[in-house]
């Protein structure tokens, strides 16, 4: 483990009574999870809104034929947003320092707001990707500053697992966004529904916050002491309040006696403050493996990652698509029940040992769906007609499976399953509504982005194990690490700054995605993420420092003391008890 430094005696248990220290919290003190939960609701706004994409983007493609026949344009529409988001959050660093947390997370519900009504109206894919834009600056801009407000108005000994309850919004928004696609499958405008409901949560956290103070340490960094004590006594017990307010002023008065302390930040300062470019480092290396791991390929794309496993219909693919986000929301109540009880550093080399298992099997699995597909062939019934042209002048048609028969493109063409066993030779035929319409006239199920496979039920176990060890650790724990690992001074900026590239990572991982799919095909996909998580668990081991249990103060102090410590599953000595 790298770093050892902890707080005082009453942090420097083993974190055993974290959980239930929450729910006590909840008795005694309701205002600090009303801060909590008010502020989350930016995570559940984020969560539903990278979440509905997945299955609105089904009917979408039913709508308008432009996006069903361009995979780019099916990229874009997903991937605006976090090119939106990308913006927000650089931006929302330096607004998260000049007008403050509750202020940005204001500003970032009208942007949900307004998105949203976009969307639900857009007459075309062109006004539908600007309302996507709108959403991911509010998505960014919420990203950093929902999980910044909750830790600096969370008491050190409880922060991780009010943080977590940041990440748990953002999966449950994700888990509801695929009941909300379910439940509008069959109503008129489906994804206008879908995608314009988001306006509801936005309001109401607009309300919520409007009637919240200020992040306390804000304050104070501000000049706003008054504000900022009055804040803090709400927050703390009478026994704790004195010594966090002394905190605060010793951490404001060592700034101000900095030399450039009137200098404009910039990239190249932080790189040069030692203890800023160690947070940095690990900060934004775990948000960058976060999404190279592959995360939001299944969350973006999962009812297309289980119709690429055989499932045809999308109201099958929305239903078990629902299983993995269900499970993703599961995965971050264990993160707050764990993350101060374990530490930050080893659920994370917990999470990304499942991660690299469940990509391995992701990876056999849909090598065996796609080398062992059901073979093409043409039958005496009124589907002859619409043979699939490739497939009629092809040399070595006895050769032709179902996968060969998806890729043809003059035109585009998909395979009508065998009516008696999908996994019996079927028929390759031109792809539109009349021929879809045909095939299930004839009871036969009909694929234009999978094939049939005995080897499906094995991709959704990859796909849920893949959650389920994902979800506490890669999930959750960069975002609680980058909210604690920074000085007060540089906070928002450097939150900033691991946030953007947050999301340009998954701009890059959500824009090439189907692509890759297309191109070189899921197993060697899921491959590539696998190895990327081997870089990932090795760049844990000896870049990120263990911030369990310590106050924000502290951690500096921890930065500037880190040494390379492998046995990170040891207790460390409590520097307190040393004389």
Request: with cysteine; aromatic share 10%.
């Amino acid at each position: 483990m790298e770093g050892g430094i902890h707080g005082g005696s009453s942090n420097s248990d083993d974190g055993s009574s974290t959980f239930r220290d929450c729910f006590s919290l909840a008795w005694k003190n309701p205002y600090v999870l009303r801060l909590a939960f008010s502020a989350g609701i930016g995570g559940f706004l984020f969560g539903y809104d990278t979440g509905v994409i997945s299955g609105a983007l089904l009917y979408i493609r039913d709508d308008f034929k432009s996006v069903d026949s361009s995979t780019v344009l099916q990229e874009t529409i997903v991937s605006m947003a976090i090119a939106g988001a990308i913006i927000g959050a650089a931006i929302g660093g330096w607004m998260n320092d000049r007008f403050g947390r509750r202020t940005v997370i204001l500003i970032a519900d009208f942007l949900f707001f307004i998105g949203a009504v976009v969307m639900a109206a857009s007459p075309g894919p062109s006004l539908l990707i600007v309302g996507r834009v709108f959403v991911g600056l509010g998505v960014g801009m919420a990203s950093m500053t929902s999980p910044l407000y909750i830790s600096e108005a969370s008491p050190p000994k409880i922060r991780g697992a009010l943080v977590s309850t940041n990440g748990f919004l953002i999966t449950g928004g994700q888990f509801l966004s695929y009941l909300i696609n379910l439940a509008f499958t069959k109503a008129p405008g489906t994804w206008r529904w879908m995608l314009g409901i988001a306006g509801l949560p936005a309001l109401l956290q607009f309300i919520l916050m409007f009637l919240l103070p200020e992040s306390p340490r804000w304050l104070y960094r501000k000049g706003r002491s008054e504000e900022a004590e009055r804040i803090l006594r709400k927050i703390y017990s009478e026994n704790e309040v004195e010594g966090e307010i002394r905190d605060l002023k010793e951490s404001v008065e060592a700034e101000i006696k900095e030399k450039e302390i009137s200098e404009k930040i910039s990239l190249i300062k932080l790189l040069k403050t030692k203890t800023v470019r160690r947070g940095l480092y690990a900060g934004v290396g775990l948000q960058i493996f976060q999404q190279f791991v592959g995360i939001n390929t299944v969350m973006y794309y999962s009812p297309s990652i289980v119709q690429l496993a055989g499932f045809a219909s999308n109201e099958t693919a929305l239903l078990l698509s629902l299983v993995t986000a269900g499970l993703n929301a599961l995965g971050s109540i264990v993160s707050i029940y764990f993350i101060d009880r374990t530490g930050r550093k080893k659920l994370l080399v917990i999470s990304l040992f499942g991660v690299i298992i469940s990509l391995g099997i992701l990876t056999a699995v849909f090598h065996e769906t796609t080398s062992h597909s059901p073979l093409v062939r043409i039958t005496n019934t009124p589907l002859k007609a619409y043979t699939c042209p490739d497939y009629s002048f092809a040399d070595n048609s006895a050769s032709w499976d179902c996968m060969k028969c998806l890729k043809a493109s003059s035109p585009d063409c998909g395979f009508c399953a065998s009516g008696t066993n999908k996994l019996f030779p079927g028929e390759c035929l031109v792809a539109n509504d009349t021929v879809k319409g045909l095939c299930h006239g004839e009871d036969r199920l009909w694929y234009t982005r999978g094939c049939p496979s005995k080897f499906g039920w094995l991709a959704l176990i990859g796909l849920a194990l893949y959650i389920i060890f994902f979800s506490p650790g890669m999930g959750t724990v960069p975002w609680i690490v980058n909210s604690e690992i920074y000085p007060l001074r540089y906070r928002g900026v450097c939150g900033g700054v691991a946030a953007t590239a947050n999301w340009i990572s998954n701009l890059i991982v959500a824009q090439s995605f189907l692509s890759l799919t297309q191109s070189i095909g899921p197993s060697w996909t899921f491959l590539i993420f696998g190895l990327i998580s081997v870089v990932a668990l090795l760049f844990v081991l000896t870049c990120v420092p263990e911030t369990k249990g310590l106050p924000i103060e502290e951690v500096e102090q921890m930065l500037e003391k880190r040494a390379l410590h492998f046995k990170f599953w040891e207790k460390r000595t409590d520097p307190s008890d040393k004389t």
